[in-house]
């Protein structure tokens, strides 16, 4: 590849065109959903004022509509940036040019990593709310009879000799198991229970992948690879279908 092709290629980042937040610049940043931060300059006085447009915020808000936890991740960016949060997007203020280049950088930056710790951190709190749900719906579907049998946040052996985790196992020591585990519409989560299905011995529909929010279409045919992919509302009649037949 020649300069000239990455030069054709990297022109974006060149570009700079005046709205009405300040002229609009993107960077090299990224988003969780993988779009460039864009950062926005304002000239006052003989210094600039340059900020992120929200776009940290609103990054994060697509993927969890949770106020407190995204302005967490913004205060934290921005303290680690020496930056302010002015309403909901991050701001830098330099008194001349010769700073303009590290404030740019820096809001970029900072809004990347406050959207990127705040996605995580709203995917971890969905996961673990899903968690008690299907817990509280599989006590439902083998009641008393079989609760002994349902253990929780267990660890298996795989083949490549790695611990996968399993937020839950049903079956009797010595007889065939129902590995279950959540997973929400993150690239996270997807991963890593993708990993843990594809690791462990067992037929993919002995291997529950639990969902109660849509996930896209590619990812469910990933996860159908390894496991059953099951909305929680289904969750109850389908171990109850295993427990009737015997099957575990």
Same mark, same amino acid.
């Given at each position: 590849?020649?300069?000239?092709?990455?030069?054709?290629?990297?022109?974006?980042?060149?570009? $700079?065109?005046?709205?009405?937040?300040?002229?609009?610049?993107?960077? &090299? $940043? +990224?988003?969780?959903?993988?779009?460039?931060?864009?950062?926005?300059?304002?000239?006052?006085?003989?210094?600039?004022?340059?900020?992120?447009?929200?776009?940290?915020?609103?990054?994060?808000?697509?993927?969890?509509?949770?106020?407190?936890?995204?302005?967490?991740?913004?205060?934290?960016?921005?303290?680690?940036?020496?930056?302010?949060?002015?309403?909901?997007?991050?701001?830098?203020?330099?008194?001349?040019?010769?700073?303009?280049?590290?404030?740019?950088?820096?809001?970029?930056?900072?809004?990347?990593?406050?959207?990127?710790?705040?996605?995580?951190?709203?995917?971890?709190?969905?996961?673990?709310? +899903?968690?008690?749900?299907?817990?509280?719906?599989?006590?439902?579907?083998?009641?008393?009879?079989?609760?002994?049998?349902?253990?929780?946040?267990?660890?298996?052996?795989?083949?490549?000799?790695?611990?996968?985790?399993?937020?839950?196992?049903?079956?009797?020591?010595?007889?065939?198991?129902? +590995?279950?585990?959540?997973?929400?519409?993150?690239?996270?989560?997807?991963?890593?229970?993708?990993?843990?299905?594809?690791?462990?011995?067992?037929?993919?529909?002995?291997?529950?992948?639990? &969902?109660?929010?849509? +996930?896209?279409?590619?990812?469910?045919?990933?996860?159908?690879?390894?496991?059953?992919?099951?909305?929680?509302?289904?969750?109850?009649?389908?171990?109850?279908?295993?427990?009737?037949?015997?099957?575990?």
């Amino acid at each position: 590849m020649t300069c000239d092709e990455i030069r054709k290629a990297m022109a974006e980042f060149n570009a $700079c065109e005046h709205t009405a937040e300040g002229a609009r610049i993107a960077t &090299h $940043c +990224l988003y969780p959903s993988f779009e460039y931060v864009r950062v926005f300059v304002v000239k006052v006085g003989d210094g600039f004022h340059v900020h992120d447009g929200a776009g940290a915020y609103n990054a994060a808000w697509l993927h969890g509509r949770d106020d407190e936890m995204i302005k967490r991740s913004l205060d934290d960016a921005a303290e680690r940036f020496r930056l302010h949060v002015s309403g909901t997007a991050l701001v830098g203020n330099v008194k001349s040019l010769d700073w303009l280049t590290s404030a740019i950088l820096s809001v970029a930056n900072a809004s990347s990593i406050a959207a990127h710790d705040a996605v995580a951190k709203i995917a971890a709190a969905q996961e673990e709310a +899903l968690v008690n749900r299907i817990a509280k719906s599989l006590a439902e579907a083998v009641g008393p009879r079989y609760i002994k049998e349902l253990s929780r946040n267990v660890n298996i052996r795989g083949f490549s000799g790695g611990l996968r985790h399993f937020d839950f196992v049903l079956g009797r020591e010595g007889s065939k198991k129902i +590995l279950i585990n959540s997973v929400t519409p993150h690239r996270n989560s997807i991963s890593a229970k993708y990993v843990s299905f594809a690791d462990t011995e067992g037929d993919p529909k002995d291997k529950f992948a639990v &969902h109660d929010r849509d +996930l896209d279409n590619d990812d469910t045919l990933l996860l159908q690879q390894v496991a059953s992919v099951v909305p929680l509302t289904s969750l109850v009649a389908g171990t109850q279908r295993y427990l009737k037949h015997g099957l575990i």
